[in-house]
């Protein structure tokens, strides 16, 4: 049956994601009422549907660390606004270490996330054991408690935000897919659908794993790429405590929650593989991925150690499902770079359901006053060159991005794929000279010289880095001015 689209809409959303329903949403909220939401199949169902649902504040930069406690703020009041129970359940979270350079980034992101006002305690590994008496306290050292950390559902949150967006006028339409971002003049005037025409004063790509064959009809890169992720759900446990606490042990690539009586355990893989290379079909709807039991032995057997119990008790759910991830780890949010009133928001990097509350709110502030509503540079499409929105590269990059999800998040840390891009020619005299090279934009650029015998290769850690006595060795001395 033909949908009765409007001709018109200040705002078109792509996409009924969290991400899309939560710019309808706070668009609405804030009296921008004339917004068109389309989803191609019913909402939720491309990513956000099987996610996991942890909200967590441990975060590393200010703007994501603002979007996550928000996320919190509005999971506390949303239900009230609306009469839909998003299923948050505040059961607060716990990061364990298991070697001081672990622990030392722990403890940095609390002191980081109490800047936000947001409560971050430090707690001794006996401490951890009886707030988690299934976890196996061997190696831990100890861990950061977030008391309002815990999960959400995500198909509820969703639906709540839909809802709240009705609510307040906004039009949401399933089953119809948007086409083509129609442009007048390098600016974004519109969609044409499976089913007609909508001009719009503004325009907003959400499509998640389809945003950047989206964008790349009009020439804006949206440097993501779908990636396969696992999680895998016990059967039922007896006596399981249901006031567990979200359980991450980063070192072992693992996360624990407790799911109505039974174990959710999800992984950050040693290794990942990208998905979709050849498209994604047209039918795909709430569809999951062929489960390959050896992308996840690895880390399996870590997490079996961490959690004992998982050695006797049997798994009811082999999950493996697509989520996107950008090629440098951060957010891709904002205005297209030659395109105006043409928006991006994808690419977060499986932190969609703590995050999509607070960067779809951003979006809509965004569009509503003219400018981003706090320093969100680190996200902006503009930094993405034209070869990394391209499949070769994302296709190498991106599956990184998931690897180093849970790795150690050093300071001045390097990629190792995809390089030796662009290279000046000066390169290779560079190297003979004992050249440590970093990379920017696909640039391949000295970050120090090592001396002769010493290996240019970076050591990483929080306090000074190899690097340091070399480069304080090669500076300049300075020049004694004359007066």
Not at 35 to 48: A, F, H, I
Request: proline letters at 6%; aromatic letters at 10%; one cysteine or more.
């Amino acid at each position: 049956m033909k949908k009765d689209l409007p001709s018109h809409a200040q705002v078109v959303i792509i996409g009924g994601g969290i991400h899309g329903c939560s710019v309808a949403y706070h668009l609405a909220k804030q009296g921008l009422t004339d917004v068109v939401l389309l989803e191609r199949k019913q909402l939720t169902s491309g990513t956000t549907w099987h996610a996991a649902g942890l909200v967590g504040q441990l975060q590393g930069s200010h703007a994501t660390t603002a979007f996550a406690k928000y996320g919190i703020e509005l999971l506390q009041e949303i239900e009230a606004e609306t009469g839909q129970n998003p299923g948050y359940r505040r059961s607060g979270s716990i990061s364990i270490a298991v070697n001081d350079e672990r622990m030392a980034e722990l403890k940095r992101k609390a002191d980081f996330a109490k800047l936000h006002g947001i409560e971050a305690h430090y707690l001794e590994t006996a401490e951890i054991q009886e707030r988690w008496p299934l976890m196996n306290p061997d190696g831990v050292l100890g861990g950061i408690y977030m008391p309002s950390d815990g999960s959400a559902n995500p198909v509820d949150l969703t639906t709540a935000l839909a809802k709240g967006a009705r609510m307040r006028g906004a039009k949401v339409f399933e089953n119809i897919k948007v086409e083509e971002v129609l442009t007048r003049g390098n600016k974004a005037v519109g969609v044409r659908t499976d089913q007609g025409t909508i001009s719009a004063d503004y325009v907003v790509n959400c499509g998640g794993m389809w945003a950047r064959d989206l964008g790349r009809q009009n020439g804006v890169g949206v440097p993501l790429h779908a990636c396969e992720h696992y999680y895998l759900v016990t059967e039922a446990i007896e006596n399981l405590p249901s006031d567990l606490p979200v359980l991450r042990s980063y070192c072992d690539g693992t996360y624990w929650k407790e799911d109505a009586g039974k174990l959710l355990f999800g992984f950050a893989h040693f290794q990942a593989k990208p998905w979709g290379m050849k498209g994604i079909s047209e039918d795909f709807e709430f569809d999951s991925l062929p489960f390959v039991e050896e992308d996840v032995m690895e880390v399996l057997e870590l997490a079996m150690n961490r959690v004992p119990l998982l050695q006797e008790t049997g798994i009811r759910t082999f999950f493996n499902g697509p989520e996107s991830y950008s090629y440098d780890g951060r957010f891709i949010l904002g205005q297209a770079p030659d395109i105006s009133n043409y928006f991006v928001l994808g690419g977060v990097n499986s932190t969609g359901i703590q995050s999509g509350s607070g960067a779809g709110r951003a979006v809509a502030q965004w569009i509503i006053d003219g400018h981003p509503p706090i320093d969100l540079s680190e996200m902006d499409p503009k930094r993405c060159e034209e070869f990394q929105a391209r499949d070769p590269y994302l296709q190498e990059r991106c599956p990184e991005t998931l690897v180093l999800t849970y790795a150690m998040h050093w300071p001045n840390r390097q990629r190792d794929t995809v390089r030796n891009l662009r290279r000046t020619p000066f390169y290779h005299p560079m190297k003979a000279r004992g050249a440590c090279f970093t990379e920017a934009q696909g640039w391949e650029r000295p970050g120090w010289f090592a001396p002769e015998g010493v290996e240019p290769k970076y050591e990483y850690s929080f306090g000074r880095q190899n690097w340091f006595p070399m480069c304080k060795r090669n500076r300049r001395p300075r020049v004694k001015l004359l007066r």
